[in-house]
């Protein structure tokens, strides 16, 4: 028996790099609390300081709502959805058009580097 719990949720005991990148939720949330992420994601935030909040003196917890909100859809996606920089990017840009726009396409194309820029510093993380 695996005192683990991870067979028995279909973990692998190891993972390839190449793995890495499609993983999926939960085999990563057994191995990183939700805490370190929001933290990850807060981090992320503030350094890409997206809509340059922070760099006109906004207070450091500006993002936290946005790193909540993105956390939270991370952690909770579907565990048949693998996790990717593009679907972080994704959940990025839909919590940002929610809490800051409604932005046109446009608006959000000019966003999506800092975006990704954010996603792979998450993905690199975890």
């Known amino acids: ?9 279909g973990c692998p005991a ?13 085999q990563r949330l ?11 994601v807060k981090t992320s935030l503030n350094q890409e300081d997206v809509e340059g909040l922070l760099n006109t003196g906004a ?8 790193a909540s909100l993105i956390e939270s859809n991370i ?6 959805t693998p ?7 994704s959940i990025i840009s839909d919590v940002w058009n929610q809490q800051f726009g409604p932005f046109t396409e446009s608006d ?14 998450i993905m690199q993380k975890l």
């Open 1 to 9: 028996m695996n005192t683990s719990g991870t067979a028995a949720l």
């Open 83 to 89: 996790l990717t920089t593009a679907r972080i990017t």
């Open 59 to 66: 207070p450091n917890d500006e993002y936290d709502s946005e």
């Open 30 to 40: 057994l191995a990183v609390d939700r805490r370190i992420i929001l933290e990850l």
């Open 14 to 26: 190891e993972r390839s790099p190449a793995a890495k990148e499609t993983s999926s939720v939960p």
């Open 108 to 121: 959000l194309e000019k966003r999506r580097p800092a975006f990704e820029s954010v996603a792979k510093k």
């Open 75 to 80: 952690s909770l996606s579907s565990p048949n």
